[in-house]
């Protein structure tokens, strides 16, 4: 399983929205981004996965290098995305920070 740097733990936390219901916790040497227990965001290895709704999802799909996020035999579900060369170059042409406002919308 790939663990991700320092630095790769610093770019994921600088582009999650400041709102204060945003908790970043490990997951399996990771990190994960969760608001009201859902995640909406993680980070696998130095790449970058967001939970995103259609047609965000499409969008985000569209963009050069986006794929399945997480472990090859198990990604994570199809709302999700990931692209291994953004870092340091946050957000990708046409696309914007990833925000929490649909896992806000779970109940608690």
Known sequence: MPKPSEDDKA???SILPG????EVKPMFGNL???VHGNMFAGLFGSSV????????????SAVD?????????RP????????????RTWP???WRRPGSTSARC???
């Open 11 to 13: 770019f994921f936390r």
């Open 19 to 22: 709102d204060p219901e945003v």
């Open 32 to 34: 994960g981004a969760f």
């Open 49 to 60: 996965g967001v939970r995103l709704a259609e047609p965000d999802a499409a969008v985000l």
């Open 65 to 73: 290098g986006a794929g399945p996020f997480g472990p090859a035999e």
């Open 76 to 87: 994570m579900g199809a709302t999700s995305a990931s692209h291994r060369g953004w870092t």
């Open 92 to 94: 990708p042409s046409g």
């Open 106 to 108: 779970h109940p608690r």
